[in-house]
């Protein structure tokens, strides 16, 4: 298998995707935090710092949108939707959290999902770490992708 970001000589760069068709791309990614059931009782009921929940999914479609900035070799896109739901789950305990992102354009925006859930994520820490520092972000990853040269993929369950 041959690694797009490297050329010849092993030499990272920037895929050249000017020769590529533009198509229809959609990635969905997800993640979650693990916390104590009294902090999820927080995360969902607000705290001082406002509305948890609102903010994380926020700071995931910003995250999407900055990805370019984030992840050296990422290529600009302009994206057509980015959608970031947080989902308050008692059973882990802790907040679930997926990104779908689409665009049309000649590469694909899994890293642009993936951004969006981790940066959803870190913010959910963040406004509760004064509750619980003990927090864990666990899971982060692509759940499906469509679009593009590759085809369609699906996580195993």
Known sequence: MTLTHFDAAGQAHMVDISAKSETARE??????VIMTPETLSLA????????????????GIMGAKRTADLIPLCHPLALAK????????????????TATVRTTGRTGVEMEALTAVTTACLTVYDMLKAAQKSMEIQDIRLLRKDGGKSGPYEAPR
């Open 82 to 97: 980015v959608a970031v739901d947080l989902v308050a789950d008692p059973d882990l305990p802790g907040i679930r959290v």
């Open 44 to 59: 969902q009921g607000g705290v001082a710092k406002g509305d948890v929940l609102g903010v994380a999914r926020l700071a």
């Open 27 to 32: 990635a969905v990614a997800t993640g979650c």
